[in-house]
């Protein structure tokens, strides 16, 4: 497996940690557990620890010196990317390790995958996470488009990865409409939830674990960045506590995430806190640091609702984390989301990203608490649909595949 730009122990929801760390370390960690021999190569960041470490019994990981070993710009890492496969290719030699299959994660990754399968002759599985073309038709006016070298890497990757891995039919449909895939080779694989941390915990105590006094809590997490939209939950709040005063007085909003990427970072949180003092929220939202997946556990189970406004999502994996804890959502009908998130059902899905319908949906829920308990535990159980030995199963299936040992998975095509 490659994961370049970010290592699967580096803590999601900061930097350009996210859903993909905990999906690299998951699948990693199942397919160990199959009989699967795992090494997944990252760059070195300075992080600290050995060049190689254990993740899971047969499964390491391996860092690779390309560049300077300390944090790089994501837009600075392509010129990176020989060095990058020189020194996979180099330490490959030296274990005299025979791969069968070698699978990119993120389109930098992809990029080294090509090479990969090149020289030593086996079979590329790719995984984007995101897509380019689909964050730079969404994105916000005045946020940064992505360039047009990784729309370009991205197609690249398209055309010669024997299998592409999407994580639900709308990301599938975009590899074909926007990248000209081969629909032949795309297969749906969604990612999967920890049960046996995120599950249905009791709110009160939840919420003295966190030493939160509110009584109505709205939760964010996410990357602290424009197209998960963090901007939108803090205006929604503004909006609900505007429309209905006396239904919100006790109502807080956490958000739990950190910046991500290099430069401007302090810029993001303190232009987020200012937002928050000019909608009069100065002392109704409380941001949090990324937390560890136990914590995560509790304020999920703490929220009343989880704010996904995302302006776009590939799959949604906080989504999925919040209705396994059995929170409702109120979330944007757009990319994965509404794959994840039942409309009516689980949560609420917006069309667009005007505040006062996130307000709407927000403050229903707080009117109609039996309600939303009947969508938590709805929520529940349409969570049970996904699980990482699940998705390492339709993964296992799809290298089977590619290596030509098995016939064509019909859970990996459709689920």
Request: glycine letters at 10%; one cysteine or more; charged letters at 20%.
């Amino acid at each position: 497996m490659l994961s370049l730009h970010t290592s699967p122990t580096d803590q999601p929801g900061t930097g350009d940690s996210g859903g993909m760390n905990v999906y690299v370390r998951e699948v990693a960690a199942g397919l160990a557990a199959q009989g699967v021999r795992v090494d997944v190569f990252t760059r070195c960041n300075g992080r600290g620890g050995p060049t190689v470490t254990e993740l899971a019994d047969r499964s390491r990981i391996i860092q690779v010196h390309a560049g300077p070993c300390a944090p790089v710009p994501k837009e600075d890492l392509p010129a990176l990317l020989p060095a990058f496969l020189s020194g996979m290719l180099g330490r490959q030699l030296r274990d005299g390790l025979p791969y069968d299959v070698v699978h990119s994660h993120y389109w930098l990754s992809g990029w080294v995958g090509k090479g990969a399968k090149e020289i030593w002759g086996i079979p590329l599985v790719a995984s984007f996470h995101t897509l380019g073309k689909v964050k730079n038709a969404s994105a916000p006016i005045g946020e940064d488009r992505e360039p047009r070298s990784r729309v370009s890497g991205e197609r690249g990757v398209v055309e010669r990865a024997d299998a592409i891995l999407a994580p639900t039919p709308a990301e599938a449909a975009n590899l074909i409409r926007m990248y000209g895939a081969d629909p032949e080779r795309i297969r749906v694989v969604p990612g999967g939830v920890d049960h046996e941390v995120f599950f249905p915990r009791d709110p009160k105590a939840a919420r003295r674990r966190l030493h939160l006094t509110a009584s109505r809590l709205a939760l964010f997490v996410g990357r602290l960045q424009p197209h998960k939209g963090p901007d939108l939950a803090i205006r929604a709040v503004a909006e609900a506590h505007r429309l209905a005063p006396d239904l919100t007085r006790d109502l807080v909003l956490a958000v739990v995430g950190g910046p991500s990427g290099r430069g401007g970072e302090a810029d993001e949180v303190s232009s987020l806190m200012q937002l928050a003092a000019e909608s009069g929220l100065a002392d109704r939202v409380i941001f949090f640091p990324p937390q560890t997946q136990e914590r995560l556990a509790d304020f999920y189970s703490a929220a009343d609702m989880v704010l996904v406004p995302s302006r776009s999502e590939s799959f949604g994996l906080v989504a999925l984390e919040a209705q396994a804890s059995g929170t409702p959502v109120v979330g944007t009908a757009t990319g994965g989301l509404p794959y994840v998130v039942r409309d009516g059902v689980t949560g609420f899905l917006v069309e667009g990203q005007e505040p006062g319908q996130y307000a709407d949906h927000l403050l229903h829920l707080l009117a109609h608490p039996r309600e939303a308990r009947r969508m938590g535990r709805a929520a529940v159980a349409q969570a049970l649909r996904f699980s990482w030995d699940a998705t390492t199963a339709d993964v296992l299936s799809v290298y089977r595949e590619v290596v030509g040992g098995a016939e064509r998975s019909p859970r990996a095509v459709a689920r």
